[in-house]
C-alpha cells in the first residue's frame, strides 16, 4: 500500500505523514476508483505480524505503509494485497 503522501516534512518519526494530520484514503487494488478506509497499523520499516498473509512476518518497504480492516478474515486489507 503505498503513501497517501510522499510529503514526509512534519513527521515526527521521520518515517512517512504524520498520520495525526494526514488520513490516508488508499484506492481499492480491486477498483481504482473506489477509496478505501482502513487503520493505519504500521509505517514503513515497522516490521508487522500478518493474519493469513503468505508471510508470518512482514517489513513494511520504503514509501508504504500497513493498513488492516475491523473485521480480521473479513477484509480486504494489507493482509491480502501488502508486499
Known amino acids: ?34 477509496k478505501i478506509i482502513k487503520r493505519v497499523i504500521a509505517l514503513e520499516g515497522d516490521i508487522v505480524r500478518t493474519i493469513g498473509h503468505k508471510k508470518r512476518y512482514v517489513k513494511v518497504p520504503r514509501g508504504h505503509i500497513w493498513v488492516e480492516g475491523d473485521h480480521h478474515g473479513h477484509s480486504f486489507d494489507s493482509n491480502s494485497f501488502g508486499p
Open 1 to 34: 500500500m503505498a503513501l497517501w503522501s510522499k510529503n514526509k516534512e512534519g513527521s515526527r518519526s521521520g518515517r512517512g505523514p504524520d498520520l495525526e494530520k494526514e488520513v490516508p484514503f488508499p484506492l481499492s487494488p480491486k477498483n481504482p476508483e473506489q
